[in-house]
């Protein structure tokens, strides 16, 4: 199966997944955040070729992200957008202390294959993790500052996707720099390296444009919510 397929595959199952996350509730909106964070931590290093450029697997994972977080705002506000930040931080930080001294038990000789690939599979996680983590906090928070900004400005509803492509080219720009810079300097040539950042930001944005639609029917049909009163409300 070809890069390209994956490509879309991928990213078709994590939106739609994250959207049906948003219709079901708070804790499977975060979970989202954190699954999607917890791939990019360790799998991120992957390096691929995709329409016959260099770019790393995260690219679509982030973007979810981000998608993940302007449903949060639609549904809840900006406000508590900002614990759902701090909560992916927080508990990134602690899957990757926990593997890394997982790492460290002596493995019998009968899971030595397995041993040998986890170790191979996390040698990477600690730079890419403070690399993600890096990039999503100071993203996420432009992310949030921008999409709320614009829509606070605009007041229109149908402009709604003004918000999203704003605070996806500007939070997507940042993660980029941050992310690839921090993770790959000094691994990939520097040609590749920018050839990587730009692609990486191109294809952030082009998925948060898939992710428009979703924005507006989440904007307009807010599921209802389970007020402390036992009632409901939109």
């Known amino acids: 199966m070809s890069n390209e397929i994956l490509f879309f595959a991928v990213t078709i199952i994590d939106i739609l997944f994250v959207y049906l996350a948003y219709r079901l509730g708070r804790e499977w909106l975060v979970g989202t955040v954190i699954i999607n964070l917890v791939l990019i931590s360790t799998l991120g290093a992957k390096v691929i070729s995709l329409f016959g450029f260099v770019t790393n697997i995260g690219n679509p994972l982030y973007a979810c992200v981000f998608l993940a977080t302007q449903l949060y705002i639609e549904r809840y506000d900006k406000k508590k957008s900002y614990r759902l930040i701090w909560s992916g931080f927080t508990l990134v930080v602690f899957f990757t202390i926990l593997s890394q001294l997982t790492l460290l038990y002596q493995g019998l ?47 229109k509803k149908s402009l709604l996707w003004l918000s999203s492509v704003g605070a996806n080219s500007s939070g997507q720009f940042i993660d980029s720099c941050l992310f690839f810079t921090t993770a ?37 049909f807010k599921p209802h919510q389970q007020l402390e009163g036992g009632g409901m409300t939109k």
Do not use: C
Not at 124 to 137: C, D, E, G, N
């Open 109 to 155: 000789p009968q899971s030595a294959l397995l041993d040998e690939s986890a170790r191979s599979l996390f040698a990477f996680a600690p730079r890419i993790m403070v690399a993600s983590l890096l990039a999503y906090i100071v993203s996420s928070y432009t992310n949030v500052l921008v999409y709320s900004k614009i829509k606070e400005r605009i007041n």
């Open 184 to 220: 790959f300097f000094g691994i990939l040539p520097t040609p590749t390296l920018l050839s990587a950042m730009i692609l990486g930001w191109g294809v952030k944005v082009l998925v948060g444009v898939f992710t428009i639609p979703f924005l507006y029917h989440a904007h307009f």
